[in-house]
């Protein structure tokens, strides 16, 4: 007798807990990223910039598991109106969440530059392809409304991330 494995179960799935666990393992990931490798036991407090008040309470409902995961002393939610804290590295994880390590004194700028310069181009690269796609012949007869809605989307959340980047920029240059 052959059994089907894995079998999904329709109950346990939970689209909403999904995206919420894909946001704090997004947020883990480019916390610890910022981590430099001389010092991977040591635990920094660190700060995460919320643009979006759905986003800010997932984040406060896991705000001890990011901590722990991430490995930080402390984990601190930041608004959009609050000034980015200094002496911090960034990582951008999506157009409305920002995280940042603090660093005290062991801040490379010209590193946190070259970072938030490689990401900006691989943004700008997606932007420039998705335009170009969206501009070519055809394509709004082609494509079906749903993938044209989405494609809008993505370019408006694209161009949100590259202020952010910008905004990373000159909050860098500032703090030093």
Same mark, same amino acid.
């Given at each position: 007798?052959?059994? =089907?494995?894995?079998?999904?179960?329709?109950?346990?799935?939970?689209?909403?807990?999904?995206? #919420?666990?894909?946001?704090?393992? /997004?947020?883990?990931?480019?916390?610890?990223?910022?981590?430099?490798?001389? /010092?991977?036991?040591?635990?920094?407090?660190?700060?995460?910039?919320?643009?979006?008040? #759905?986003?800010?309470?997932?984040?406060?409902?896991?705000?001890?598991?990011?901590?722990?995961?991430?490995?930080?002393?402390?984990?601190?939610?930041?608004?959009?109106?609050?000034?980015?804290?200094?002496?911090?590295?960034?990582?951008?994880?999506?157009? /409305?969440?920002?995280?940042?390590?603090?660093?005290?004194?062991?801040?490379?700028?010209?590193?946190?530059?070259?970072?938030?310069?490689?990401?900006?181009? =691989?943004?700008?690269?997606?932007?420039?392809?998705?335009?170009?796609?969206?501009?070519?012949?055809?394509?709004?007869?082609?494509?079906?409304?749903?993938?044209?809605?989405? /494609?809008?989307?993505?370019?408006?959340?694209?161009?949100?991330?590259?202020?952010?980047?910008?905004?990373?920029?000159?909050?860098?240059?500032?703090?030093?």
């Amino acid at each position: 007798m052959i059994s =089907e494995y894995p079998s999904t179960v329709q109950e346990w799935e939970n689209d909403q807990v999904e995206n #919420e666990m894909e946001i704090v393992l /997004d947020a883990v990931s480019k916390l610890r990223s910022l981590r430099p490798p001389t /010092d991977i036991h040591e635990r920094r407090p660190s700060f995460v910039l919320c643009r979006n008040l #759905e986003i800010a309470a997932t984040v406060q409902c896991y705000q001890a598991q990011i901590a722990t995961l991430a490995s930080v002393s402390s984990l601190k939610i930041l608004i959009e109106d609050d000034p980015s804290p200094p002496g911090c590295a960034t990582n951008i994880v999506n157009k /409305d969440l920002a995280v940042y390590l603090q660093l005290r004194g062991a801040l490379n700028t010209e590193a946190e530059h070259e970072k938030l310069r490689k990401r900006r181009e =691989e943004v700008q690269k997606q932007h420039d392809t998705l335009s170009q796609k969206m501009n070519a012949s055809g394509y709004r007869e082609k494509a079906p409304q749903s993938k044209q809605d989405d /494609d809008m989307k993505k370019l408006a959340s694209l161009l949100e991330e590259l202020e952010i980047i910008s905004e990373a920029e000159i909050k860098l240059d500032a703090n030093n």
